[in-house]
Nanobody, 126 residues
Framework: QVQLVESGGGLVQAGGSLRLSCAAS????????MAWFRQAPGKEREFVAA????????WYADAVKGRFTISRDNAKNTLDLQMNSLKPEDTAVYYC???????????????????WGQGTQVTVSS
């Protein structure tokens, strides 16, 4: 129902910042809870952040809380992730994901999201 395309990844030094964006197709973007996940080599896909349909609430993994900010612009069908104070452990492929409905307790589970972007590589050097 929705196609997602991430952009903004790249190579950055520790302590630096990057802003990831996710562009969504379709006309029902605001119907979806949106999230960012990441996956490092040899690791499970990991929840990063999520945002409610209208942007009224956000959720963050403890590892990124205070450093990352998720936002959305439903008028533009875009989702962003501002990443500050980046650490080498943030290195991963970052994925944009959409879910049409989920209970709050399951918000961090990748299995709850039915739509995924192709991913964008973020590499943080030391």
């Amino acid at each position: 129902q929705v196609q997602l395309v991430e952009s903004g990844g790249g190579l950055v030094q520790a302590g630096g910042s990057l802003r990831l964006s996710c562009a969504a197709s379709g006309r029902t973007f605001s119907n979806y809870i949106m999230a960012w996940f990441r996956q490092a080599p040899g690791k499970e896909r990991e929840f990063v952040a999520a945002i409610a349909r209208r942007g009224g609430n956000t959720w963050y993994a403890d590892a990124v809380k205070g450093r990352f900010t998720i936002s959305r612009d439903n008028a533009k069908n875009t989702l962003d992730l501002q990443m500050n104070s980046l650490k080498p452990e943030d290195t991963a492929v970052y994925y944009c994901a959409a879910c049409s409905g989920v209970i709050l307790s399951a918000l961090t589970l990748a299995s709850q999201y039915g739509y995924w972007g192709q991913g964008t590589q973020v590499t943080v050097s030391s």
